[in-house]
């Protein structure tokens, strides 16, 4: 099985407070985007990489994010307006002979090796998988006017992370069709479900978070000590 994966990481990082773009932020001197990379490149079952990342910060990338950690991909091509776009222009550039791909966020730079096998072996069996977690909190769904419109039951919810893997074809096909259906989303496997694909969740790991949040980088700092500190 050949696996490509690719890592959307064109976002603004507008709920970051600051003008450095997240991905480009170092937590104990390393960018959050390079732990990424890492991570899976250390993951093994990964044989191609995609990085996507801004128009105007390809250059950087190259200086900040690949070169000093002695980082290499197989393909750096510029983002989209919207994470769709970014996902859509990193599965163009996949070798064509690829079997799966799987997508992560370069901004969940704690993915483990299980996980992405364990992702991996589901994508293989049923043609796609989900990183998911069970929702701790209830969640209510409610319009712009903030009255609650429902409550849906916690048992069936689950949050979706990444990584997600997908038949290779068969995400190509979801994302030329939601493209000329216009149909957006903030989720890959989203692009899959509605042409009717099967889907299955892995279960992930609160540890796998997206750094979104300044807060999200002091638990960042907190899990790299103590990792630091495990060795
Ligand atoms: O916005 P959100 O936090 O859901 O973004 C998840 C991932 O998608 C991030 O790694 C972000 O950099 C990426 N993204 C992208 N292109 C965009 C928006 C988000 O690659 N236009």
């Known amino acids: 099985m050949h696996v490509t994966a690719v890592v959307p ?3 603004s990082g507008s709920r970051m407070a600051g003008s450095l773009p997240k991905q480009f932020l170092r937590v104990r001197g390393v960018p959050l985007l390079s732990r990424t990379l ?16 801004s128009p105007d910060q390809v250059d950087r990338c190259r200086q900040e994010i690949l070169r000093p950690f002695g980082l290499a991909v197989d393909g750096l091509v510029p983002g989209g307006a919207d994470r769709q776009a970014s996902v859509f222009a990193g599965v163009q550039a996949a070798p064509a002979g690829t079997d ?3 997508v992560h966020d370069g ?15 589901a994508a293989a069996e049923v043609g796609g998988a ?7 909190d209830t969640i209510k769904r409610a319009e712009s006017d903030l009255r609650v419109q429902e409550t849906p039951r916690r048992e069936s919810l689950w949050a ?3 990584p997600q893997v997908f038949r290779a074809a068969l995400f ?7 493209n000329a259906e216009g149909f957006r989303s903030t989720d890959d496997s989203a692009l899959v479900e509605r042409l009717g694909f099967p889907v299955r969740l892995v279960p992930g790991s609160r540890e796998n978070l997206k750094i979104t949040t300044p807060s999200d980088i002091l638990l960042a700092e907190l899990l790299l000590a103590r990792g630091e500190a495990g060795r």
């Not at 899976?40 to 990085?51: S, T």
């Not at 730079?109 to 072996?121: D, K, N, Q, S, Y």
């Open 9 to 11: 990481a064109a976002g």
């Open 38 to 53: 890492m991570a899976l490149r250390a993951a093994g079952g990964i044989d191609a990489l995609v990085l996507v990342v």
């Open 100 to 102: 799966l791909i799987l």
């Open 107 to 121: 901004a969940r730079p704690f993915v483990t090796p299980e996980i992405i096998r364990l992702a991996i072996a």
């Open 130 to 136: 989900v990183v998911a977690l069970p929702v701790t």
């Open 160 to 162: 979706a992370q990444t």
């Open 172 to 178: 190509r096909e979801a994302h030329v069709r939601a």
